[in-house]
């Protein structure tokens, strides 16, 4: 059995050392146990390894590959068989609690990664939705193509601070020092002590919705805005600027799904781009029409069967995706 480490992330990957991390019992794991015990120079990565995955630990235990195959595979055969189409006026919630028990699966995957500087970084890949747990107690849902950057060590009364690209939803636990949780993003700074909140911060774009408890937002240029649940704020040419939002819409990702409400092509073009991490084109011709529904964004094959049902062509090209009229 020929293996070779050279990094946290190497050992964390190796299914055996996996297996053998959750249950040494297992046969995995005593196989894990027996090469360790040959190749005694990788005794000190390997214990630096444990102590990362302690330090974070996941509120669910590790998910193998090939139950996340197997899980997928359930989901594509309960799709085609019961409905392989979702219509965009439909309310049909069908692929809700499927997509939940994908979205659990992953959650189970993902560690947090060492990297060269004094941090430790999360991130998601396209397509991808992820929940994770913080040395604190607190939990992050991370949103597809996001990156969250943390200190390796946090002080024990010092602010907790964390920096994030992409989007999340944080929720924020107490301490009884009550210490401040700071989440850094490009046009602002959101401080709190427990409270659920999601941020955003691409892409030029940073707003941020209180959900529970309070948050204050403080600007780049020192500005200080107390933000009451249901607030939902965004930064307009370095200003901060309440606007009226649904917050069903906002946290429609959080539940694996996209929100449209007569929204232009064009704009959901740009959003299944960024979710997805593929060119999305539209024809001119169809630019100004609307979408309004309920789409899963846990998969694109769904996503673009359901656009198809709502009379649109869907032309695909390697890397690229076409949306044109339907050819009469």
Do not use: C
Not at 170 to 176: A, L
């Amino acid at each position: 059995m020929n293996k070779h480490f050279t990094t946290i992330e190497d050992v964390i990957a190796d299914d055996d050392f996996m297996a053998w991390y959750t249950n040494s019992t297992s046969e995995k794991g005593q196989v894990w146990q027996q090469w360790l015990a040959n190749h005694s120079e990788y005794n000190a990565l390997v214990e630096e390894s444990i102590q990362y995955l302690n330090l974070v630990r996941l509120s669910d235990k590790p998910v193998g590959a090939t139950q996340i195959e197997a899980a997928h595979e359930r989901l594509m055969k309960s799709m085609r068989a019961e409905a392989p189409v979702v219509p965009l006026k439909s309310r049909n919630r069908w692929w809700m609690s499927a997509a939940a028990a994908i979205l659990i699966l992953i959650a189970g995957t993902l560690f947090w990664q060492s990297s060269k500087t004094d941090q430790l970084k999360l991130n998601t890949a396209y397509g991808q939705i992820a929940k994770h747990q913080l040395p604190d107690g607190s939990e992050v849902m991370l949103n597809a193509n996001s990156k969250l950057r943390m200190n390796k060590s946090w002080e024990a009364n010092g602010d907790r601070e964390v920096w994030l690209e992409g989007e999340a939803y944080f929720h924020v636990k107490k301490t009884s020092a009550k210490n401040r949780f700071i989440v850094h993003a490009d046009g602002m700074d959101i401080i709190v002590t427990g409270t659920q909140f999601n941020v955003v911060n691409r892409d030029g774009e940073s707003n941020v919705l209180l959900k529970e408890g309070s948050v204050t937002l403080k600007t780049k240029d020192g500005q200080l805005l107390k933000l009451l649940p249901g607030d939902f704020v965004k930064i307009d040419n370095r200003q901060p600027k309440k606007e009226a939002t649904a917050e069903e819409k906002v946290l429609a990702w959080t539940q694996a799904k996209l929100v449209f409400e007569n929204t232009p092509l064009i704009d959901a073009a740009k959003i299944i781009s960024r979710h997805y991490g593929v060119k999305v084109a539209v024809e001119k011709e169809v630019e100004q029409e609307t979408l309004a529904g309920i789409l899963p964004n846990d998969n694109l094959d769904v996503l673009l069967k359901a656009l198809e049902a709502s009379d649109l062509q869907i032309t695909r090209k390697e890397n690229e995706i076409i949306i044109s009229a339907p050819k009469p």
